[in-house]
Nanobody, 125 residues
């Protein structure tokens, strides 16, 4: 099973940018879809973005489309989430997730095999 460690969270002003990283160990991610989810206080965890196993296709929640970009670097076994034009409503704990099966497309909840511990992103007004 893959272990995931997120980093890059922090405090940023509205309109600012952050890049989250998710370093994987214990298994290569080159054949697996990966994704990012987030959970704000008092709310359920929600899908943010995912990337298919070969990195060709990306998927985004409507709320972040055009502002966020997901990518994966198989050589570094790392997934990234570039977040631009941040808004206060983006404030949440962001979690990295890995598919449990190879050669997946969009990463749905039912396919997630591993979660990271989360990294806090806070966007001030």
């Amino acid at each position: 099973q893959v272990q995931l460690v997120e980093s890059g969270g922090g405090l940023v002003q509205t309109g600012g940018s952050l890049r989250l990283s998710c370093a994987a160990s214990g298994r290569t991610i080159s054949s697996y879809a990966m994704g990012w989810f987030r959970q704000a206080p008092g709310k359920e965890r929600e899908f943010v973005a995912s990337i298919n196993w070969n990195g060709v296709n990306t998927y985004y929640a409507d709320s972040v489309k055009g502002r966020f970009a997901i990518s994966k670097d198989n050589a570094k076994n790392t997934v990234y989430l570039q977040m631009n034009s941040l808004k206060p409503e983006d404030t949440a704990v962001y979690y990295c997730a890995a598919d449990s099966e190879k050669f997946g497309g969009w990463l749905s909840y039912s396919r997630i095999g591993s979660w990271g511990q989360g990294t806090q992103v806070t966007v001030s007004p």
